[in-house]
Each structure stands twice: as structure tokens, then as C-alpha cells.
């Protein structure tokens, strides 16, 4: 079983929709990461989230992480066809080296 | 800057054969790690570094060797190369062991072990 379980595993939809994606665990994380992959290329930090129930907006795309540092959502409002790509979260537990990724949202917008 | 480079982009292999998947760094980053990237597993941590001389295990070692001679570099190696171990490499790097600190990756090694 993955440590983070993201949700869900796919999303296609049309561009101007709202969307959100989730990461989960029963753990609690010092912080959470996410990162923005696109096809042959490696990761990219979107945001970290550090405080429990901190949001943070990154232009269109916002993030929360959960009261009790143990969840963390992504929201993109009014999605564009370059969003396009898999959406990953990240987090550390037991020392500050050991960074756990989950398996990632692969998110499609269409024009 | 280059930021982190890998080589080869694309490998194959026989089982059995032995590669080093090479990757270095330009932005003295004392941190560097290896993850493998398979369908529906994400990226799974192989090997991490934390200064040259210094390697510890991640969550899936097995069948492979690093070693960190220099703060640039962080080779991969794989002693004796497995169908199991088809799957596309990342390097990856950043200033120290913090959870906050961003990761830094390469474009990725796509290997097949036939």
C-alpha cells in the first residue's frame, strides 16, 4: 500500500471546469510537496505546505493542507488545456531524507 | 545552469548485464537521490546521498549500488540487470536534508531489461 494515496488516479474534463484532487494518509507529515510532471521530463515543485490547515493560491490552483497534517487537496479553477500533466505529492516522515511520493493524478483538460 | 543532468535518456538491456546510469549536478547541491517511476507506483526512492562519501538505503535498494565520490556526481549501478528492474530513473538533488527544501530532477533514464 502506498503511504500517500492520491484521489483520483485519472480526471478528463473540459476546459473552464473546476477540479480538485486529493492526497491522503493515515500519517502525519512535517510538510507536503507538490509537483507537476509532463511527459519525459522530471517533476516540478508547484508548493510546499508546511502549516496544518495552511492554504496556499498559486495563481488559478490552491492548496490546503489538512488540520491535522495528515491530507492535503490541490483546486484549479477554470482549468486550461496546459494543465495538462500528472500531479504528484510528496511528503517526508521519519527523517528529512526520505521523501515518499503517491502515485500521482494524471489530469487531462480539453479544449 | 544545466541543473541535473542524466545519461543515457534511453538503455536497453539483456539479464543478467550490468550499466551505470549517470547523473550529475552543477548547483552544489549537498543532497542527491535516485527514484524509480513505474505505472500507478509513483516515484519510489532507491538510494539517497546527503555529501559526498555518504549513501544510504531508500525504500526499494535491492540490485542496486551508489557512491558519492564527488558533490556533483551520484552514479547508479546495476550489478546484474533484471526484467523487474524495467522502468524509467530520475536523479534528483537540493541544497540539504530538509523537508521544505525543493527537489530538483533530471529529465529522466527510460531502461528496458529484456
Known amino acids: 500500500t502506498q503511504l500517500l494515496e492520491q484521489s483520483p488516479q485519472f480526471l478528463s474534463i473540459q476546459e473552464g471546469e473546476n477540479l480538485t484532487v486529493y492526497c491522503n494518509s493515515s500519517?502525519?507529515?512535517?510538510?507536503l510537496q507538490w509537483y507537476r510532471q509532463e511527459p519525459g521530463e522530471g517533476p516540478v515543485l508547484l508548493v510546499t505546505?508546511?502549516?496544518?490547515?495552511e492554504v496556499k493560491k498559486l495563481k488559478r490552483l490552491t492548496f490546503q493542507f489538512g488540520d491535522a497534517r495528515k491530507d492535503s487537496s490541490l483546486h484549479i479553477t477554470a482549468a486550461q488545456p496546459g494543465d495538462t500533466g500528472l500531479y504528484l505529492c510528496?511528503?517526508?516522515?521519519?527523517?528529512?531524507?526520505?521523501?515518499?511520493f503517491g502515485a500521482g493524478t494524471r489530469l487531462t483538460v480539453k479544449p | 545552469n544545466a541543473g541535473v543532468t542524466q545519461t543515457p535518456k534511453f538503455q536497453v538491456l539483456k539479464t543478467g548485464q550490468s550499466m551505470t546510469l549517470q547523473c550529475a549536478q552543477d548547483?552544489?547541491?549537498?543532497?542527491m537521490s535516485w527514484y524509480r517511476q513505474d505505472p500507478g507506483m509513483g516515484l519510489r526512492l532507491i538510494h539517497y546521498?546527503?555529501?559526498?562519501?555518504?549513501?544510504d538505503q531508500g525504500e526499494v535498494p535491492n540490485g542496486y549500488n551508489v557512491s558519492r565520490s564527488t558533490t556533483e556526481d551520484f552514479p547508479l549501478r546495476l550489478l546484474s540487470a533484471a526484467p523487474s528492474q524495467t522502468s524509467v530513473y530520475f536523479c534528483?538533488?537540493?541544497?540539504?536534508?530538509?523537508?521544505?527544501?525543493?527537489?530538483?530532477f533530471g529529465s529522466g533514464t527510460q531502461l528496458s531489461v529484456l
Open positions: 546521498s546527503v555529501g559526498a562519501g555518504i549513501t
Open positions: 510528496a511528503g517526508s516522515l521519519y527523517n528529512n531524507n526520505d521523501m515518499r
Open positions: 505546505v508546511v502549516t496544518g490547515g
Open positions: 548547483m552544489n547541491h549537498e543532497y
Open positions: 534528483a538533488s537540493k541544497v540539504r536534508d530538509s523537508t521544505n527544501e525543493k527537489l530538483f
Open positions: 500519517s502525519v507529515f512535517s510538510s
